[in-house]
């Protein structure tokens, strides 16, 4: 069974730091893309970042780069985002989502494609 | 950066009814598309990708379509529990934008 654990959440100041972590289970961790996603409280959801399986290859939004950074262990199974320089509008539950890998047939070529898979979440709350 | 138009924002139904939802893409992304459905506290779950491919395990009522700027995601029968938000979602390339969610109730 495929599981996502986040954890490091909490309530920070305003220019703080945050690590958060996700453990991953139940599949080959180190054979796919992740992502890290939020979303502020009655809000709708932002892509943050992703991360290609070997860690070569890192996006984000524009709103957190220089930042936050993501990054993985995979010896360890999991997935993490270094949040610097904290703001009150980072504020948000963060999700961990594995990307799915499909077989395009109209292009005759591998997909890496949707969130298949997410975490539970964890609250980041940005205050002073 | 591609944006996602989701309309409507809310809307409402009854039981039974076909329910259309439709995601407007700035530009194209032939079909690297994704729909999500997000119950009330809940995690988002994959409802479709690839525009038109259902999730494993989705009920066959959801469909969706379109290729390029525009697609629909369509319920054939809406059931009570389908009340949910959905969101669209590009992942053609960098940022993997999402839309801005449509909020779907039983009238």
């Known amino acids: 069974e495929v599981q996502l654990v986040e954890s490091g959440g909490g309530l920070v100041q305003p220019g703080g730091s945050l690590r958060l972590s996700c453990a991953a289970s139940g599949f080959a961790f180190s054979s796919y893309w992740m992502n890290w996603v939020r979303q502020a409280p009655g809000k709708g959801l932002e892509w943050v970042a992703n991360?290609?399986?070997?860690?070569?290859?890192?996006y984000y939004v524009d709103s957190v780069k220089g930042r936050f950074t993501i990054s993985r262990d995979n010896a360890k199974n999991s997935l993490y985002l270094q949040m610097n320089s904290l703001r009150a509008d980072d504020t948000a539950v963060y999700y961990c989502?594995?990307?799915?890998?499909?077989?395009?047939?109209?292009?005759?070529?591998?997909?890496?494609?949707?969130?298949?898979?997410w975490g539970q979440g964890t609250l980041v709350t940005v205050s002073s | 950066d591609i944006q996602m138009t989701q309309s409507p924002s809310s809307l409402s139904a009854s039981v039974g009814d076909r329910v259309t939802i439709t995601c407007r893409a700035s530009q194209g992304i032939s079909n690297y598309l994704a729909w999500y459905q997000q119950k009330p506290g809940k995690v988002p779950n994959l409802l479709i990708y690839a525009a038109s491919t259902l999730q494993s395990g989705v009920p066959s009522r959801f469909s969706g379509s379109g290729s390029g700027t525009d697609f629909t995601l369509t319920i054939s029968s809406l059931q009570p529990e389908d009340v949910a938000t959905y969101y669209c979602?590009?992942?053609?390339?960098?940022?993997?934008?999402f839309g801005q969610g449509t909020k779907v109730e039983i009238k």
């Open positions: 979602q590009k992942y053609n390339s960098a940022p993997w934008t």
């Open positions: 989502a594995r990307v799915t890998y499909y077989f395009d047939s109209s292009t005759s070529s591998g997909v890496w494609g949707a969130f298949d898979f």
């Open positions: 991360i290609k399986e070997d860690g070569d290859e890192k």
